[in-house]
């Protein structure tokens, strides 16, 4: 659970995947409220102790945000940001039974 809530906060930060600030943070904020509620409930069912729980928490939060973080984030601002708005073509390779050739493709 601890990954998935660093995965989902690392995700959201960087990408507005909902478009709104408050959202994006409340994705976090919720899968939070969730992953201690996980440990409180494992601790209560004497499953794991409270050390085991904060640990297992700790890291599992860590490697689920630095593991992309370090991959992919690090290099700069949120790519939204650092991207040029207008039209963007490239030249793609195509291959079909019969053919081969270029194609074109854009992104607006």
Do not use: Q
């Amino acid at each position: 659970m601890a990954t998935a809530t660093g995965l989902m906060c690392v995700n959201h930060r960087y990408i507005p995947l909902y478009g709104n600030a408050l959202t994006d943070g409340g994705v976090c904020a919720l899968m939070t409220v969730g992953t201690i509620a996980t440990a409180i409930t494992r601790i209560m069912a004497d499953r794991h102790y409270t050390t085991d729980a904060l640990m297992g928490a700790a890291i599992g939060f860590a490697s689920g945000y630095g593991v992309p973080w370090l991959l992919h984030y690090r290099y700069g601002p949120r790519l939204i940001d650092r991207e040029e708005s207008g039209l963007k073509v490239t030249v793609v390779p195509m291959a079909a039974p019969h053919m081969v050739g270029l194609g074109l493709v854009g992104l607006l």
